[in-house]
């Protein structure tokens, strides 16, 4: 597809599959400049190959579309990972796997931990039953799965009638097949994620005085060299955080961030911007890095338009917002012209080698039809390719 090129931005943006278990988070986009279809001065645009999932009807759907076309590859990730009813499962979709984490309990044997992939890379499936089962756990303990190619964890407080009792993380080394237990202080966690070989909990923490404090923990755990856990104590004003490769980066609601090389543990960057001076709720997200760019988004106020969330891209290297010109209300119109319906945006990738925004939308039927829209940093819609299925998750896999 050929375009002209109008204006020159840097670009942007935010998530929060997001987590969770989505992860979660998973925001929006916003246009602003028109479609031109002249052909003077046009440049040729390369789009990704991606995978969206769905759940639909109580079954998991992965949804493939290359490069060339726009012919859609459907998986029924439900039957070919043979998920079934298997009490309560988190679910999570990062770097090109689908994981289905579940657990169930019975009298007789407990708690059982099942992890379920789908690599779409490879194009390969794994499954692991009962993996580093405690014993005696409770039925009402918490306990939280997930899973990244080469570990599996699980957390679990093992008491059943409180929750200031230690908490526990199992972990399933893929690679050698061993389970290794660490110790993350008293009490539940709040929300977690996998970030390949790091482990990073988020709780809060009551602190006894006349005030009723509620401070905050931020638990860190390399699982490849099997050390003591690093806990972060974090005051009120902590935002939220994410990793990258071996880099943590933290955020606080004052606008202050910090940058550490976790395998030294050593602060390499720190600064100020009133970006991360909005609360965004998430604690702890998985989200997109171009060398020391982050994709975030934070909570908008034009709630009249597609989407709650403005997406953000920040330089750590410069501490400069790269602005994304791509406004949401004039996807929203294009759309019901089109479509001659509404459609909400559900979440956003972002390719940064071909400088192009993926956006996930439904419409607001019944049948829960999805749409793809593809735009470039300067605010063009490229490509919409219509799915048969709400895309919940969005990646880019090549």
């Keep these: 597809m050929k375009i002209k090129l109008t204006l020159i931005i840097s670009a942007i943006l935010y998530i929060s599959c997001s987590d969770d278990s989505v992860d979660p988070i998973t925001p929006n986009v916003v246009v602003e400049e028109e479609i031109i279809e002249d052909e003077e001065g046009v440049e040729e645009v390369s789009f990704p190959t991606l995978v969206a999932i769905s759940k639909n009807v109580g079954y998991y759907y992965g949804m493939k579309i290359n490069s060339l076309s726009d012919n859609v590859e459907i998986t029924n990730l ?37 992890i379920s992939q789908f690599n779409f890379i490879e194009s390969n499936t794994f499954v692991l039953d009962g993996f580093c089962d405690p014993l005696n756990l409770p039925a009402s303990s918490q306990a939280g799965i997930s899973g990244s190619e080469n570990y599996f964890v699980h957390t679990y407080l093992n008491s059943l009638y409180s929750v200031d009792v230690p908490l526990y993380l199992n972990s399933w080394n893929n690679t050698d097949e061993s389970c290794n237990e ?15 070989n790091y482990f990073l909990g988020f709780k809060f923490r009551e602190v006894q005085d006349e005030n009723f404090t509620l401070n905050k923990e931020l638990w860190l755990v390399d699982l490849d060299r099997n050390q003591e856990p690093l806990m972060f104590e974090m005051d009120s004003s902590f935002n939220f955080a994410t990793i990258n490769l071996d880099t943590l980066y933290l955020t606080y609601i004052n606008g202050d961030y910090k940058v550490y090389d976790i395998k030294t543990n050593t602060l390499i960057n720190e600064g100020n911007n009133n970006v991360f001076s909005e609360y965004n709720g998430n604690y702890i997200f998985k989200t997109s890095f171009s ?13 009249t338009t597609l989407s709650a969330f403005t997406p953000i891209l920040f330089n750590f290297s410069e501490n400069i917002i790269v602005d994304l010109n791509v406004k949401f209300e004039e996807i929203y119109t294009h759309l019901v012209e089109k479509y001659n319906e509404s459609y909400s945006v559900i979440n956003c990738s972002l ?16 049948d829960d039809i999805g749409l793809l829209l593809y735009c470039d940093f300067y605010g063009n819609i490229l490509r919409e390719v219509e799915l048969p299925y709400s895309p919940d998750f969005v990646n880019i896999i090549n």
Aim: proline share 4%; glycine share 12%.
């Design 182 to 196: 660490f110790l993350l202080g008293n009490g539940p966690l709040y929300n977690s994620k996998l970030f390949g």
């Design 78 to 114: 439900s039957e070919t990972l043979d998920l079934g009813n298997f009490g309560s499962s988190n679910v999570s979709f990062y770097d090109g796997i689908f994981t289905h984490g579940s657990l169930d309990y019975n009298m007789d044997t407990g708690y059982q931990a099942k």
């Design 291 to 303: 060398d020391n760019q982050m994709v975030f988004y934070k909570p908008s106020l034009e709630f």
């Design 351 to 366: 390719d940064f080698e071909n400088e192009v925004v993926i956006i996930g939308c439904n419409n607001s039927r019944p």
